[in-house]
């Protein structure tokens, strides 16, 4: 019996040893965070961390880190003193959240507007009070039974008197809590825009490993979040016609991932881990009939030559000064690397942060083009050759032409083959207009079983300036998709015409002042019983 006791007792005792054992050997580490490689659409976050792990198997709670990671990315390194057994992506809910200054003035300033709008509502309730016991009291139970009408008038002078003071006032502060209830929203949907994602637990990362030793664990991580990237933009400056294209390539760089980043070497990529890097299978052409009973019939249109000019955006973007000289630029065979050599810091939800990565002049020929049939305007088009040695992609563009802020573009640079065209602006100098020629313009005429009616028009272009140009005119003659329908009696002076898609392309030469005229015509002949059905007339 006194043997049992014993044997109870030591396991008993054994119970809280095997608890610390195992609490001892789950140790907590923060992730210093060190270096970011911003992709197009994502981040690599590298960062680094020592703990102390004891003998044997053991747990490390790695912490500090972004709120959202692509589990496969994550990639942990050891010495060789120890083993990783197996890596888990878990949820920290211990991390104490911490605002920002910005949020904590704006918290400061919505309960000082909540406290005046409680302290206002403690003296409506007492107007309130003031207005019923006004309006309560009958004048027979004011006045004693011998009073006067004198008395009486009194009574009721003072009554009206103060029911208007009270009822002014009522409307007073109801109209400022109005005025105060607006204001708070304003400031509670800016709180609530400064802590979006906020409600999101921190991540953390559980890692399995075994020791040879008990020793200081020097460990590298590094995971991918999506909840970063960045986008190109540009400034296109032109100082006039006779100078280079200079340009400035900037990144725009935004990042919610929680995680301040702060002093980080920082580099941006061309690459976009998001997208698959399995080259693409082709499936069987199949060709088989259309059946025109089990598929409606949708009419092709005509492709239409279109000069866009973008929206004119004033707002300034703001960029930091002088970091385009520690950038260094790396092309590794894949994609663009853009190395800051300087420390950087970015809050864990901020967006616009503008970074000036390169600047370049780039030899260019200018060209004046206009398009009547869509818009009576030209424009003045800078084009470059050998645009692919500038590493430049697709991304909105600020112009500004003789030192003047003209609008924003695009820089399209898919499926440019030799030249990349940078749109410049309208120029007011030159004229253009198109109109039809009424004179050899013909109504229908029918004959047989077929009409034809016969289109003319003229553009005129007059250079304005006090210098000659150079200029390209685009218009264009239909394409004929239906066998049944014929274009003939085509005149297009000094103009080249593409048959396969209808354009006119006109290069004419001005002198200061001068006019020209760019006439072109053409005759379309169709089936009478189709009239109803021709479409692009």
Known sequence: MQLKKVIVFLFVCSIPTITLQALASESTAKVDLTKVTLYLSGAELQGTSVVKVPKGESEILLIGLAKTINPNSINVGLNNKAMILSTTLVDDYMVQKSSSDKQMALTTALKKLEDEKAVLSIKLAAVNEEIALLKGNRIDTIIKPNGSINDAKQVMGFVKENLITALTEQRAIELKQAELQKSIKQYQLQINQEDRGDNLPQKAIKVKIYSDESIELPISLSYITPEAGWEPIYDVRVKDISSPVGLTYKANVYQYSGL???????????????QGITAPELAPWNISLYDSKRYGVSNAKTVLYEAKQSEVNYDVLQQKNNVINYIVTDNNGLNLQFNIKL????????????????QRDAAAQYRYIAIPKLDNHVFLQAQITHWDTLALLPGKSTVFYAGNYVGEGYLTTQGVKDTLNISLGRDNEIIVARNQDLNETSKPSFFGNEVSQKFAYTIDVKNLKEREINMTVYDQLPVIENKTITLDDTKYSGASYDKDTGLLTWQIHLAAKETKQLPFSFKITYPKDKADNIIGL
């Open 260 to 274: 301040n980043w702060n002093n980080i070497d920082l580099t941006l990529s061309t690459a976009n881990p998001s």
């Open 343 to 358: 420390p950087y810091t970015i809050t864990g939800y901020s967006n616009d942060n503008i970074l000036v990565l390169q």
